[in-house]
Every structure is written in C-alpha cells, then in structure tokens.
C-alpha cells in the first residue's frame, strides 16, 4: 500500500490557464516528492517538501510551483500551462524503513489543450 | 545529461524464463539503487533495492545485482510470469539524497510471453 492520494486522476486544461494538483500522504509521514513523467521519458524529480517548507526543487521554471501544508498535505501548482507541460504528475511520500525508498501515489495526468 | 540508463525500451521474455533488465549510472556518488515496476495508469511500485556496500540483494523471485565498478546494475525476474509484464524503472540516490529525490531511467517495457 502506497499510502498515498492524489487528486484529481486527470485534469485537462488550455494553453495559458493554471493548474493545481493535490497530494496526501498518509498520516505520520511529513515529506512530499512531486515527478513529472512526460510521455517516454523517465520520472523528473520536481519539488521536495518537508514539514511545511519547500526544501528543493529541480531543474524546472518557476512557474511550477507549490506548497505544503500543516497537515503535510500538498499542492502543485503550474501556472501559464504549456503544450509540453502534458504528462503525468506523480507524488511520493519517504519509507519508514530505509528513507531512500518512495512510495507513489496514482497520479494525476494533466493534459493541455 | 543522464545520471541513470536503461538503454534497452522493451524486452520481451518467454514465460518461465529469466527475465534480466539492466541499468547504468553514471555518478560515483549514487550509494543507493532501486527497482520500480509501473503499470498504466498506475503510480511506480517498488520492487527492490541495494546499497552499495552489498553487490547482490534478493527478495522472492527478484535478484538485484550491482557492480561497482562498472557502474551497473541489472534485476533479475526468476521464474517470469505474465503478471510481471509491466515497465521497470531503475532510480539511484545517494546518502542525502533526500534533497534531490531519486533519479530515474526512463523505463523498459518488460513483455511476458505465454
């Protein structure tokens, strides 16, 4: 079990509007991995979120942004969507066991119109 | 600049028989290696992993070997079976790595034949 929820399973939206995604991890666990898997390629790591701060980000424009929250639950937000902003946004929380391991949520697939 | 390949997209295996997917990497910091199995439309489940201070890692039907100091490592399925049929990323991180997430591969497709 993931122990991890996103919201919504897809969206769809047009070139320029902004998008929010959402992600709750299971209770107890306080940091929050958002990856953007475009088609074919691998997993890119976005944003790191630990106890209400952002602790680092990837190689990603600013307009890809977010925040958490105090229930460690999180949001993803990408502004003046991009044709190539299409792709699949994926959450992750830390493992108990060996911090190194993630474990994903369903995702969300975002598609720009 | 990829830290982390999967050269070979898709691999297509008899079932009952050895499936072995590989993976190289490219930076000497990466201490920590990692399987993960993908279904569509479904988020990356994770297989199996190895720390660097150990070469092989084995967990049911799935072995993880590591070599060091050629910078691969490889998954070996044994027996495969039409269930395992699925892409497979590989992802590296290093000690404190929790700053930077993991790095993935970009995947291979693993087909199980009956």
């Known amino acids: 079990e993931a122990g991890v929820t996103q919201s919504p399973t897809h969206l769809i939206k047009t070139r320029g509007q902004q998008a929010t995604l959402r992600c709750s991890p299971i209770s107890g666990h306080t940091s929050v991995y958002w990856y953007q898997q475009a088609l074919g390629l691998g997993l890119q790591f976005l944003l790191w979120?630990?106890?209400?701060?952002?602790?680092n980000r990837g190689n990603f424009p600013p307009r890809f942004s977010g925040r958490q929250f105090p229930n460690y639950s999180s949001e993803l937000n990408v502004n003046a969507l991009e044709l190539e902003d299409s792709a699949l946004y994926l959450c992750?929380?830390?493992?108990?066991?060996?911090?190194?391991?993630?474990?994903f949520g369903a995702g969300t697939r975002l598609s720009v119109l | 600049d990829q830290q982390v390949k999967q050269n070979s997209p898709s691999l297509s295996v008899q079932e009952g028989r050895i499936s072995i997917l590989n993976c190289d990497y490219t930076?000497?910091?990466?201490?920590?290696f990692l399987w993960y199995k993908k279904y569509p439309a479904e988020g990356p489940t994770f297989l199996i992993s190895?720390?660097?201070?150990?070469d092989k890692n084995e967990d049911g039907r799935f072995t993880v070997f590591l070599n060091k100091s050629a910078k691969h490592l490889s998954l070996h399925i044994v027996p495969s079976q039409p269930g395992d049929s699925a892409v497979y990323f590989c992802?590296?991180?290093?000690?404190?790595?929790?700053?930077?997430?993991?790095?993935f591969g970009k995947g291979t497709h693993l087909i199980i034949q009956p």
């Open positions: 190895i720390s660097s201070i150990k």
């Open positions: 930076n000497s910091m990466f201490d920590y």
């Open positions: 992750a929380r830390k493992g108990q066991e060996a911090k190194n391991i993630q474990y």
């Open positions: 992802a590296a991180s290093w000690e404190g790595g929790g700053a930077d997430g993991l790095t």
């Open positions: 979120y630990d106890e209400g701060e952002e602790r």
